[in-house]
């Protein structure tokens, strides 16, 4: 009687089929978390909160149809992990239109889209699973939108300290900076004394 621990080919031959179907059940089960994952949203919504609250105008049309200057905090709706931002608020349906920024779970991606007129149908503007292009997408459509006329950057309370963090970035820089010098020149004097004994 053969010993019961042997590897018989026949046993070989199970286990490699076993292999096999395990390591499709395992890619099956990846697949289907990656499908199921929440996308992130959170820095998307942070940043416009944060600019929502800001003195910062956009060029829209108003209800009389006519182009009107509005502060983006009335622009702005968010709810839900939907946010729109109203570039159209005409009392002529046909005319209102907002883009619309969501994370769709079941393409694992943010969707950036138009939506314009009367039971329109959303055109893609744009998408992308990192949030970080959806908010450099949002950054260019804002850009070509502001009203220079009533937006002052000087009157952003955001800017003021972002430019108080710059100015202090700056000034720790060149404090390490001159630090070094100092360092530098200390190694210098001391080369020049070991060389004169």
């Not at 395990?22 to 944060?50: W, Y």
């Not at 009107?68 to 209102?96: C, H, P, Q, W």
């Amino acid at each position: 009687m053969k010993d019961a621990n042997q590897i018989t080919p026949a046993v070989k031959y199970f286990f490699k089929q076993l292999e096999k179907r395990s390591d499709m059940l395992k890619r099956e089960r990846e697949r289907q978390e990656l499908a199921t994952r929440e996308v992130p949203f959170e820095e998307v919504e942070s940043f416009i909160r944060r600019i929502k609250t800001q003195n910062i105008f956009i060029h829209t049309v108003g209800l009389s149809g006519r182009p009107e200057s509005t502060i983006l905090a009335k622009a702005i709706f968010s709810m839900n992990k939907v946010v729109r931002i109203y570039y159209s608020t005409s009392f002529d349906e046909s005319d209102g239109g907002f883009i619309r920024i969501e994370p769709r779970h079941d393409l694992q991606t943010i969707i950036v889209e138009r939506v314009h007129g009367m039971r329109a149908k959303p055109e893609v503007l744009y998408q992308s699973y990192d949030e970080c292009h959806v908010i450099r997408f949002l950054v260019r459509w804002l850009l070509r939108r502001i009203d220079w006329q009533k937006t002052h950057l000087h009157n952003l309370e955001l800017y003021k300290v972002y430019s108080e963090q710059e100015r202090q970035v700056a000034m720790e820089k060149l404090a390490a900076e001159e630090a070094e010098k100092q360092e530098q020149q200390k190694e210098q004097a001391k080369q020049k004394l070991k060389t004169k004994f």
